[in-house]
């Protein structure tokens, strides 16, 4: 059973503050890996993607992948009260399909 | 650019009917996902069309099928409805067969469907 995970929160972060959202997988055949938000009662919105070890920096949002300890990581600087939402890592295996963790909410408080 | 669409918005059905959920993909995509979202859940993939051809399907019964159609929108039909039905089903667009691309399967996701099954 291949499987994604991510604690289900709330993490709660002041404004201003970096919020640091954490995902495992178990297959370590996975070769792509996203990070969604998605708004109560919206659908997910792909707001990072990574592919290979190391960093990758998009404004505010920073992806993290470490493949030999199977995790990968979303940090975001600078946190304001609209990035509160869940935020879902999925990973893919091939191209036909993603595989979600449950997700992480985020608050961030004024 | 056209975002992917999905159609009704809401839908409200009994138990042992049967639906059909639509979706457009983005403008330039050809391949289609298919995922359904419980409450409290991360979605779950049900199948994927690439060029009007089934590419994988998940965990789900016969009676959820699909199509595709030449202008790559597709349809999810849902026979035998059950309470445990009851979800948010999101089709998600891509553009696949490119291999060796890092972001041919970056997915974008529609609006969704609320599908409560009474």
């Known amino acids: 059973q291949k499987e994604v995970e991510q604690n289900s929160g709330p993490l709660s972060v002041p404004e201003g503050a970096i919020a640091s959202l954490n995902c495992t997988y178990s297959d370590r055949g996975s070769q792509s890996f996203f990070w969604y938000r998605q708004y109560s009662g919206k659908s997910p919105e792909l707001i990072m993607s990574i592919y290979s070890n190391g960093d990758k920096e998009d404004g505010r949002f920073t992806a993290q992948l470490n493949k030999a300890s199977q995790y990968v990581s979303l940090l975001i600087r600078d946190s304001q009260p609209s990035d509160s939402a869940t935020y879902l890592c999925a990973v893919s295996y091939n191209t036909d399909k993603l595989i979600f963790g449950t997700g992480t909410r985020l608050q961030v408080f004024p | 650019e056209t975002g992917v669409t999905q159609s009704p918005t809401h839908l409200i059905k009994t138990r042992g009917q049967q639906v059909t959920l639509r979706c457009s993909s983005q403008?330039?995509?050809?391949?289609v996902s298919w995922y359904q979202q419980a409450l409290g859940q991360g979605p779950q993939f049900i199948f994927q069309?690439?060029?009007?051809?089934?590419?994988g399907r998940g965990n789900f019964p016969p009676r959820f099928s699909g199509l595709q159609f030449p202008n790559y929108s597709s349809e999810l039909n849902v026979n035998a409805l059950e309470l445990d039905d009851s979800a948010l089903y999101l089709c998600a667009s891509s553009l696949g067969g490119l291999v060796g691309m890092s972001s041919y399967n970056e997915q974008f996701f529609g609006p969704g469907t609320r599908l409560t099954v009474l």
């Open positions: 069309y690439y060029r009007e051809e089934e590419n």
């Open positions: 403008s330039g995509h050809n391949t």
